[in-house]
């Protein structure tokens, strides 16, 4: 138990810690296990001083921190890779189903009394069956949707100039990526480059039948240009898994629409998944405080 070994401070509110609070509880700890909602910047890191010797996140995405102020000073960042992989394919593929056959508008649809009988056009929605699956960034995640994919028999192409092909998918540049794809699966990490990837243009390329799902991260889709694309139906749908910001304020356009689902960042959420990141998040700690390599690194430079 880290308890036992180690004098540990807990944030106990329901809410992530203000900034200030943060500063707070922060000085002189050596480890800190942060969730995504944590912004670990250079600043903080100075401020928790220079004992501070492991930053263990419990997710795979590790946007949240400064990874260059990080690796300057040596302090090696963990993650939570793998475990949370069929999670979060799950939920892209449990999106890509909700928005083609349009789950949540019938909902809403029936429970607004609107059903009055059965008819051959009510409420249709787009095909699996030899629709043509994008998906851009072909790692852990886009290769399990990938994979969830070929039992639909849909043909799957990517665009990911780092990853080789798997599970019968053909590497694409992204215009044709664009120009072919019934459905585009979004896997990028969100970064500098890929901040507002799907972005007016990106939507334009696309299909006016295509749905768009986005289980990174909210960043890497410019949600003004997406409400215009969705209203406009230049698309046909789209489901966020993840938005920006998180929470997503009640007044935003996309919540009016009804060709798009937003879920309040889920992709990980099952009770296994969430079990097993919160042991690798507890790993990487421990290691990082015994001065051991951590089990999962985002920045091994700091051990060369
Ligand atoms: C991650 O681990 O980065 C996920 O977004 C958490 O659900």
């Given at each position: ?222 949600q003004a240009?997406?409400y215009d694309?969705l209203i ?19 007044d935003c356009p996309l919540l009016e629409l009804?060709?798009c ?44």
């Open positions: 138990m880290i308890m036992d070994r180690y004098s540990v401070i807990i944030w106990p509110g329901e809410l992530p810690p203000t900034r200030g609070q943060l500063i707070q509880q922060v000085r002189g700890i050596d480890g800190f296990l942060s969730l995504l909602t944590d912004r670990i910047d250079e600043e903080l890191m100075d401020l928790i001083g220079p004992q501070l010797k492991v930053i263990s996140n419990m997710a795979v995405g590790v946007d949240n921190i400064d990874l260059i102020a990080a690796t300057a000073r040596g302090i090696p960042v963990g993650n939570t890779p793998d475990v949370l992989t069929d999670a979060t394919a799950d939920q892209a593929f449990a999106l890509m189903l909700a928005a083609a056959r349009r789950f949540l508008e019938a909902d809403r649809f029936l429970r607004a009394g609107k059903w009055i009988t059965w008819s051959p056009s009510l409420l249709l929605g787009a095909d699996f069956v030899d629709a043509t699956l994008g998906i851009v960034g072909f790692g852990r995640i886009g290769r399990a949707i990938a994979k969830r994919a070929l039992g639909f028999d849909m043909h799957v192409i990517f665009h990911d100039p780092s990853a080789g092909s798997e599970f019968n998918a053909q590497p694409v540049e992204l215009d044709t990526l664009l120009r072919l794809s019934d459905f585009i699966s979004i896997n990028v990490p969100l970064t500098y480059e890929t901040h507002h990837l799907v972005n007016a243009k990106f939507l334009s390329r696309m299909k006016s039948n295509a749905i768009l799902v986005n289980t990174s991260r909210g960043g890497v889709v410019d240009a997406l694309a406009s139906r230049k698309i046909f749908a789209a489901a966020l898994d993840v938005t920006d910001p998180e929470p997503l304020p009640l009804e060709n689902i937003i879920m309040p960042h889920l992709g990980s959420a099952s009770r296994r998944t969430r079990e097993m990141m919160s042991l690798l998040a507890a790993e990487n700690l421990i290691a990082g405080i015994e001065g051991k390599r951590l089990p999962n690194c985002v920045n091994p430079q700091v051990y060369s």
